[in-house]
């Protein structure tokens, strides 16, 4: 960390313009890399280039490497390659790109509404949903190796979800749009590709904890505010979660104080003060006495 005390003041001032000045550059450099891309997506290369290209990343540091690495992964997600060579770009990059996510700006630049963090878990999320398409569209029989793949993809699209989510509550600013969407969707999918269950022993698998492990972040953050998001909250979210379930809607009509999870609405859960009047697509989140307590300080609709 840059020490400042005992330093000249004029320095210390530049020092800092300097900083902004850097930072607001490689915003905008990404703007116009990202336009670009968006509007004339180029050939994402050869198989052998983008694997040895996902390796050099972590040599590259974070003004050098932000751009072309946006530009690469989003040429990423729609060139046509094999299952086995989109599997092994992804697994490289991941940990290089986590790196280069946690030294970004948490605020949008102006007139964005996602962060630059939050853009790059974007593309991450959409080359994953991409992979996950490719595995469960191909034929490749159900082998050990391929179900250890598509579980490795299915638990990192949830977590960069997450992340950029949680780079929401953090920073204090409104939902990034279409992400609670895609969420919704991606559960709803494995619900009815019979990888998770609602009810029985795989009520408590990896990927329904996380999911409403997110849900309870949403709801906490929507009626607490992010502020109330600190170290203790993220725990009892976690034991919460543990101890929470997704049950069907049919007759919860009338009932009172429920959280609803709408799978067809771009949103986190919302509770209910008054009764369920109409019906709805998605599921009621249900939970111990201690998550009531979590809500106590909200005012219900």
């Not at 850097?22 to 694997?51: F, I």
């Not at 697994?91 to 962060?115: F, N, Y």
């Not at 979210?237 to 009172?256: K, N, Q, V």
Request: with cysteine; glycine share 8%.
């Amino acid at each position: 960390m840059f020490e400042t005390r005992g330093a000249d003041p004029v320095f210390v001032n530049c020092f800092r313009w300097w900083i902004t000045v850097t930072t607001m550059n490689l915003a905008l450099a990404l703007d116009t890399a990202m336009d670009t891309t968006q509007q004339a997506p180029a050939s994402a290369g050869t198989d052998l280039e983008l694997v040895a290209w996902a390796e050099r990343m972590v040599m590259l540091g974070q003004g050098r490497s932000v751009p072309e690495l946006m530009v690469r992964l989003h040429q990423l997600a729609g060139s046509e390659i094999d299952v086995e060579t989109r599997y092994r770009i992804l697994r490289a990059v991941k940990r290089p790109l986590l790196k280069v996510a946690a030294a970004m700006t948490k605020v949008p630049h102006r007139g964005r509404t996602s962060s630059l963090e939050q853009r790059l878990y974007d593309i991450m999320a959409e080359n994953l949903h991409r992979l996950l398409e490719d595995i469960d569209r191909g034929r490749h029989g159900v082998s050990d190796e391929r179900q250890e793949q598509r579980d490795w993809v299915v638990r990192n699209l949830i977590r960069f979800l997450q992340r950029e989510l949680f780079c929401s509550v953090v920073a204090g600013t409104p939902w990034p749009v279409g992400v609670w969407q895609r969420l919704h969707d991606l559960f709803v999918y494995l619900v009815f590709r019979g990888n998770v269950q609602l009810y029985g022993d795989r009520d408590d698998c990896e990927a329904t904890y996380a999911y409403r492990w997110i849900l309870l972040l949403g709801l906490v953050a929507e009626r607490l505010g992010s502020m109330a998001v600190n170290a203790q909250m993220l725990r009892r979210i976690g034991e919460i979660a543990g101890e929470c379930r997704l049950a069907d809607a049919d007759g919860t009509l009338g009932e009172y104080g429920l959280i609803l999870v709408e799978v067809g609405r771009d949103h986190p859960p919302r509770l209910l003060a008054g009764a369920l009047s109409d019906g709805f697509r998605g599921w009621v989140l249900r939970g111990p006495e201690s998550l009531t307590a979590l809500l106590c300080g909200a005012i219900l609709d």
